[in-house]
């Protein structure tokens, strides 16, 4: 599944991970977050035809027979891979975490959780720039918090995105994060 999400500036993506789903205590671990600026655009996909051109899949990224063919024939076709592509823009994401989408709002009335996605599979989470897409100082700051701490408007709507990943409960699948992160068919 491929899904693009129509963010705005100050808005937030929080990429969350349950500290110990094994455990009755409701923690969870905030990996990263990112504040959105204009132009900017988030993507979430565990395909790897909707990958973005510029992103390299390293070979031991890969899972499933048709990936690992894919990589079979590209490597028996002289490719010599590099180190894993990496980037502040880019999350890899595993079964199991999760991903809260916090917009700030005209009023303390508005609610502003747009959206919780649970990871089902492992899944590539980018950020790109719409404008200005050569600006080098934009990908190297790409999603950081425009205050620092954040402000507490922006605080509050992330603790009632974080209160709903709580009131999910521990995610019912969960990845082998010591096997890696891997995404195929």
């Known amino acids: ?43 979430i996909t565990n395909r790897i035809e909707d990958l973005p051109p510029w992103f390299e899949l390293h070979p031991l990224e890969v899972s499933g027979y048709r990936a690992c063919l894919m990589m079979e024939k590209k490597l028996a076709a002289g490719y010599k891979p590099m180190e894993r592509t990496e980037g502040p823009n880019l999350w890899r994401t595993m079964t199991g975490d999760r991903l809260v989408w916090v917009r700030e709002t005209e009023s303390l009335d508005e609610y502003p959780v747009q959206a919780l996605v649970e990871f089902k599979a492992n899944a590539l989470v980018f950020g790109e720039r719409l404008i200005h897409t050569n600006d080098l100082v934009w990908f190297q700051t790409f999603g950081a918090t425009l205050e620092r701490p954040p402000g507490a408007d922006s605080l509050r709507r992330m603790n009632l995105g974080l209160d709903e990943v709580r009131a999910l ?17």
């Open 169 to 185: 409960g521990s995610p019912r699948e969960i990845a082998d994060i010591g096997s890696g992160w891997r995404i195929g068919s």
């Open 1 to 43: 599944m491929t899904l693009r999400l129509e963010v705005a500036p100050n808005d937030h993506i929080l990429w969350v991970r349950w500290s110990n789903p094994f455990s009755s205590a409701k923690e969870v671990t905030i990996c990263d977050l990112w504040e959105m600026r204009e132009g900017d655009a988030v993507s």
